[in-house]
C-alpha cells in the first residue's frame, strides 16, 4: 500500500536552485551575496556584522488561536530560512523553521512534512472536541 505525502493547502513557492545576486552591508561594507528568490530579508538594513552572520528569512505564516487582545494569540509561525555559510554543508539548505515565540525549530523537508500530519492530527482532535460540546 502506497500513502501519498499530503500537498500544502496554500501555494508556497518553490525554492529556487539558482538563488540571485543582491547586495548586503556587512560590518559597513557592500557586498553582493547570493539570495533565495523567497527571502524578504533586507541585507542591506540588516548590516550584519561578519559574512558569517548573513541568514535568508522567507515570509511568515501564522497559527493564531482566536481570543484576547487584539481578538488573537499567536501561537506560533513557519517560514523558511537558509543560512548559505553555516560551518557544516548540510546545514546550507533551505529549512521550514517553527517558531512558538521562545524557540525556533528548524526542520528538514522530511521532518516538516512529519510536523504537518502530527498538526492535521491535532486539528482533527480539536475538531472532535469542538463537536463534542456543540451540541
Not at 12 to 24: C, F, L, M
Not at 37 to 56: G, K, P, Q, S
Not at 83 to 92: G, H, Q, S, W
Amino acid at each position: 500500500m502506497t500513502v501519498a505525502t499530503p500537498e500544502p493547502a496554500v501555494a508556497v513557492q518553490a525554492v529556487s536552485p539558482a538563488p540571485r545576486i543582491v547586495p548586503a552591508l556587512v560590518n559597513g561594507q557592500q557586498v553582493y551575496i547570493p539570495c533565495a528568490t523567497w527571502c524578504i530579508t533586507d541585507h542591506v538594513a540588516e548590516n550584519e556584522r561578519h559574512l558569517e552572520d548573513v541568514a535568508h528569512v522567507g515570509p511568515s505564516s501564522d497559527l493564531v488561536v482566536p481570543g484576547g487582545e487584539p481578538g488573537y494569540r499567536l501561537l506560533a509561525d513557519a517560514r523558511l530560512g537558509a543560512d548559505l555559510f553555516a560551518p557544516v554543508l548540510e546545514e546550507r539548505a533551505p529549512f521550514v523553521v517553527i517558531d512558538d515565540g521562545s524557540e525556533g525549530f528548524h526542520l528538514t523537508p522530511q521532518q516538516a512534512w512529519q510536523f504537518v500530519e502530527r498538526l492535521t492530527a491535532f486539528a482533527e482532535q480539536v475538531r472532535a472536541l469542538a463537536a463534542s460540546i456543540d451540541a
